[in-house]
């Protein structure tokens, strides 16, 4: 089994539903599922469009990473996602941050993913779950943290955000 730690964020519609729709869906996946806290954030690349809410997902799998890219993808389709501008608005997305401590250059996968230590709404979430995490090139995460602009990332909930009190998870 190898760790991974996926990037789920959306601005389109009910926002917090879709990304507790795709925990759901990713817990049927991946074991272990933790989640962090929920964070709003403005928008990153193309920033004319609606603040996003984002969370990391942290998780073990027994799949390879594109099998893994495929299922993330597979959930994305079936939650409404359509490709049509990068950075552009979007109703979900799922990214491979952590694929355990592989470096993965494929034309579909690159982990770790190459934007994230850009990233205050990425490393906000992520250090929530593993701050003292060491990545593949041997900087840890919280040290990544530091470096970058936060201002716009705030935390709107906890980390039982994404509980499943109210819906029924078939675990097998």
């Known amino acids: 089994m190898t760790n991974v730690f996926l990037g789920i964020g959306g601005n389109l519609g009910d926002r917090r539903q879709m990304l507790r729709s ?26 004319d469009q609606p603040a996003f809410l984002n969370a990391v997902v942290r998780g073990r799998t027994s799949l390879p990473p594109l099998q893994l890219l495929d299922a993330m993808q597979a959930i994305e389709h079936d939650l409404g996602r359509v490709r049509e501008q990068r950075w552009g608005p979007r109703a979900i997305d799922i990214d491979i941050l952590l694929y355990g401590t592989e470096i993965i250059d494929e034309p579909r996968l690159s982990a770790p993913h190459p934007y994230m230590t850009r ?9 929530d779950l593993a701050a003292g995490l060491t990545l593949p090139d041997g900087s840890l995460v919280g040290e990544w943290l530091t470096t970058v602009a936060q201002d716009d990332v705030r935390q709107i909930e906890g980390p039982g955000w994404a509980d499943e009190r109210d819906i029924e998870i078939n675990d097998g």
């Open 119 to 127: 990233r205050g709404f990425v490393l906000r979430p992520l250090a």
């Open 22 to 47: 795709a925990v759901t869906e990713i817990r049927q996946v991946i074991d272990d599922v933790r989640v962090s806290a929920l964070y709003e954030s403005a928008a990153w690349g193309v920033t």
